[in-house]
């Protein structure tokens, strides 16, 4: 129970030569020419576009169409590379909320994940607490959702980590979580960039353990 606790005040808070090769002489021997009653120059259709979206969910190709249209809208954008970037940017917003450093916090998230985040970390400093929260391992950061609002885009990132966080007292005592034992948390995180703008750096705007609902563009 103390575990789910701090999870949960954690989320209110906020909200990766073969061997067959063929003999030279075969190598020499000249293509064989088209068959009989074949045409020069036919072209062997390719599977359309339709046959392979057939295998995805729609959900997926949903998701598919969404960062197709960000990175139409944004030139830079990777979806690749931006989970690796969420990946950095969860493990240094939960250390930093940890820390009380609000100067990180406010260069990485919105407005109202900060207010948030600041009342928190005040409540902790006037009772004398302290928090000490690491990330053991994240296990994953996959980009689940996403939307395109005009020129804002919209990013979802699910996080599945084994974090080790607990409180202490002003005499250093425990008194919520573990200091040593890891507790796996599953998160939603959604990051926000105005496609328009000449900041490349994304917010966090918003935080969940459920995943949200699937939004199509305005």
């Not at 998701?63 to 830079?76: F, K, N, P």
Request: aromatic share 6%.
């Amino acid at each position: 129970m103390i575990a789910l606790f701090i999870i949960l005040r954690l989320r209110s808070v906020l909200g990766t030569r073969t061997g067959n090769e063929r003999p030279p002489e075969e190598l020499k021997k000249p293509l064989p020419g088209p068959a009989a009653g074949q045409r020069d120059g036919v072209v062997v259709p390719l599977p359309r576009r339709a046959a392979l979206e057939a295998a995805l969910s729609p959900a997926e190709i949903t998701l598919r169409q969404a960062l197709t249209e960000i990175s139409l809208a944004d030139g830079q954008f990777d979806a690749n590379e931006f989970a690796e970037g969420a990946r950095q940017a969860y493990e240094m917003i939960i250390t930093g909320f940890a820390k009380g450093d609000r100067e990180l916090l406010r260069n990485m998230v919105g407005d109202e994940v900060y207010a948030n985040f600041d009342a928190a970390i005040t409540e902790r400093e006037t009772a004398g607490e302290s928090m000490d929260t690491r990330l053991a391992a994240i296990s994953e950061a996959r980009i689940t959702h996403a939307v395109l609002r005009g020129k804002i885009a919209e990013v979802t990132v699910k996080f599945t980590a084994d974090m080790i966080s607990c409180v202490r007292n002003a005499a250093g005592e425990v008194i919520q979580g573990h200091p040593s034992l890891p507790q796996q948390v599953m998160e939603f995180w959604t990051f926000s960039r105005d496609t328009g703008s000449s900041d490349p750096n994304w917010t966090l705007i918003a935080s969940s353990p459920d995943a949200p609902d699937m939004v199509s563009k305005d």
